[in-house]
């Protein structure tokens, strides 16, 4: 059983940057691949970057390639999304999500545990 309780979403001006934590409990946090989605207004939920158990490998959505990085600590069950270069279009609650099946996660899916999720805001 893994909890995840995600931190550090806010309100930020276009173009600043935010960092999204995310700390999980049970004793198995390296067992997981971890991830972020995230969910705008009226649009469905959708994939933003995984990293592998060991962080060793990680995955990045097309839209924020190059502007977001994520890491993970093994020993503090954190994993982390450094969001820079921040649009409007990033708005949207991030959820922090956390699997068995790294190249699933990558495609989307499946998902063993959710957080409940960090809301996102990104003035123009």
């Known amino acids: 059983q893994v909890q995840l309780v995600e931190s550090g979403g806010g309100l930020v001006q276009a173009g600043g940057s935010l960092r999204l934590s995310c700390a999980a409990s049970g004793r198995t946090f390296s067992n997981y691949a971890m991830g972020w989605f995230r969910q705008a207004p009226g649009k469905e939920r959708e994939f933003v970057a995984a990293i592998s158990r060991s962080g060793g490998d990680k995955y990045y959505a097309d839209s924020v390639k190059g502007r977001f990085t994520i890491s993970r600590d093994n020993a503090k069950k954190l994993v982390n999304l450094q969001m820079n270069i921040l649009k409007p279009e990033d708005t949207a609650v991030y959820y922090c999500?956390?699997?068995?099946?790294?190249?699933?996660?990558?495609?989307?899916?499946?998902?063993?545990?959710w957080g409940q999720g960090s809301q996102v805001t990104v003035s123009s």
């Open positions: 999500a956390a699997t068995t099946d790294y190249f699933g996660l990558r495609r989307g899916g499946p998902v063993d545990y």
